[in-house]
C-alpha cells in the first residue's frame, strides 16, 4: 500500500495532477495503481509553516511518498512586494515538510522548485547543472532564494540519512484553477482576468511592462503528468527541469494576443511600460527529461489556453479572483 500526500493539492498544479490521476485509466503510466491512496491537502488541514500542524498531518496520514506542492506562490509583483515574506514561509513550508518526511521515513519526497530560481546572468539554455552559479532575478530573489535551499537540503538529508528526496522544476506553469487574482497572480491567470474584466466594463485592457520579456508555459495538466512519470520512474537526488522546449519561448505580447483572440475582445488593448518587465527571459532545457521519458507529447499552447480561458468564464464566481 502506497500513501501518497500531495501538500498544496488544492492549487493549480495539485488540482492537475488529483484531473489526471482520477481520469487516466487506471494501471497505466500516468493513471493511479492498484494500492495506491492519493491524498491532496491544502493549508486548512495544517498550515505547514507551523512545526506542530506539520508533524500532526505527518503523524495522520503516514504518507510513504509525498509531492511537496505548498507554497507562498505568486507573480512577477507580488514577489517583489513581499520579499521577505516569500523567502521566510517557503524556508519554514520546506524545513518542516522535509524534516517531518524523513523522522517520519517517507521512502521518496518530490518537492517544487521554479525556473526562476536560475541565475539571471548565465549562459543558456538553462540546465539543472547552473542552479547555484550565480543570483537569481533580484525581482524574485527571496521565493528563488528558499526554493534554491531545497536543493540543498535534499543533498544534506541524502548525505547524512540517505532519503530519497529530489526536486523538480517547473517553468511557468497555467491552467484552470489557477491563481486569478489581480494583483498576486501570474501572468496569464492575471491578464485573462483583466481582459475579462475589460470585456465586461467595456474598459481598455492594460498589459503591464513592454510586452518583450520571454517565456516557456507549461499546461498543467501536461505537469500534472510529469510529476507522476518523477514519483514513479526517477530516483535521483538531482532536480529534473519539467518544461516545454526550449523552442516554444514565447513574448509576453504573443501571449496578451493569445489572450485577446481567445477571449474575442474587441476594445482597446495597450501596454503600461512603467510597470516592472522582471527577468528577461529563462530559457530552460528540457532535454535531461526527454531523454529520461522516452519523449512526451505537450499539449499545444493555444489549445491549453483556450481551454483555461473557456473554463474561467465558466467558472468565473468560484475561481480565485
Ligand atoms: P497555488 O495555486 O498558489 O497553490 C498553492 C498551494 O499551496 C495551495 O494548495 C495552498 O493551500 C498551499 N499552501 C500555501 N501556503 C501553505 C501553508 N502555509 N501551509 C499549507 N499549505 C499551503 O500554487 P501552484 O501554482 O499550484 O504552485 C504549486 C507549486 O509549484 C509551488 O511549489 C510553486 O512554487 C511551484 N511552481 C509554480 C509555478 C507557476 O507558474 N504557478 C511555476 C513553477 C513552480 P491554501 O490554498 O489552503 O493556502
Ligand atoms: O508570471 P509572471 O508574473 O512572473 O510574469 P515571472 C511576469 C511578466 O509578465 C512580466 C508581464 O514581464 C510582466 O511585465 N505581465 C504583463 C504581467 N501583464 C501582467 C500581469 O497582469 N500580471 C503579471 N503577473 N505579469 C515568476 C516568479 O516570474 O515566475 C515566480 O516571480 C514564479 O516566483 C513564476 O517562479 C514561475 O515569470 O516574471
Redo the contacts with the bound molecule.
Keep these: 500500500m502506497s500513501v501518497i500526500l500531495v501538500t498544496g493539492g488544492t492549487g493549480l498544479v495539485g488540482k492537475a495532477i488529483q484531473h489526471i490521476i482520477e481520469t487516466e485509466p487506471e494501471g497505466s503510466r500516468f493513471g493511479k495503481k492498484p494500492g495506491e491512496q492519493w491524498i491532496f491537502v491544502s493549508s486548512s488541514e495544517g498550515d505547514l509553516r507551523d512545526p506542530e500542524q506539520t508533524k500532526r498531518l505527518f503523524e495522520k496520514y503516514k504518507p510513504t511518498h509525498v509531492i511537496h506542492l505548498a507554497a507562498l506562490v505568486?507573480?512577477?509583483?507580488k514577489?517583489m512586494k513581499y520579499k521577505l515574506t516569500f523567502l521566510r514561509d517557503n524556508i519554514l513550508i520546506n524545513d518542516n515538510v522535509l524534516h517531518n518526511a524523513y523522522l517520519s521515513q517517507t521512502k521518496k519526497v518530490i518537492s517544487c522548485l521554479?525556473?526562476?530560481v536560475f541565475p539571471d546572468k548565465v549562459t543558456y539554455p538553462l540546465d539543472e547543472t547552473k542552479i547555484h552559479l550565480g543570483l537569481p532575478h533580484d525581482?524574485?530573489f527571496g521565493?528563488a532564494h528558499a526554493k534554491r535551499m531545497v536543493d540543498v537540503q535534499n543533498h544534506a538529508y541524502k548525505d547524512q540519512f540517505g532519503c530519497n528526496f529530489t526536486s523538480a522544476i517547473p517553468t511557468?506553469v497555467f491552467g484552470p484553477h489557477d491563481n486569478f487574482d489581480l494583483e498576486g497572480?501570474?501572468?496569464i491567470p492575471?491578464?485573462i482576468h483583466?481582459c475579462h474584466i475589460a470585456k465586461k466594463n467595456g474598459t481598455p485592457f492594460v498589459?503591464?511592462?513592454t510586452g518583450k520579456?520571454l517565456?516557456q508555459f507549461i499546461y498543467s495538466n501536461d505537469l500534472a503528468k510529469l510529476f507522476i512519470w518523477q514519483l514513479r520512474e526517477y530516483d535521483d537526488v538531482e532536480p529534473v527541469i519539467l518544461s516545454v522546449g526550449e523552442g516554444e519561448e514565447v513574448s509576453?505580447k504573443e501571449v496578451a494576443d493569445a489572450i485577446v483572440k481567445a477571449m474575442d475582445f474587441k476594445g482597446e488593448y495597450t501596454f503600461d511600460a512603467t510597470?516592472?518587465?522582471?527577468?528577461f527571459r529563462k530559457p530552460a532545457s528540457n532535454k535531461k527529461l526527454l531523454s529520461l521519458m522516452g519523449g512526451f507529447q505537450f499539449t499545444p499552447f493555444n489549445e491549453a489556453l483556450d481551454f483555461t480561458v473557456k473554463w474561467f468564464v465558466e467558472n468565473y464566481d468560484k475561481a480565485r479572483t
Design positions: 505568486g507573480g512577477l509583483f514577489n521554479s525556473t526562476c525581482s524574485n521565493y511557468n497572480a501570474h501572468v492575471g491578464l483583466k498589459v503591464s511592462g520579456p517565456r509576453i510597470r516592472a518587465d522582471g527577468q
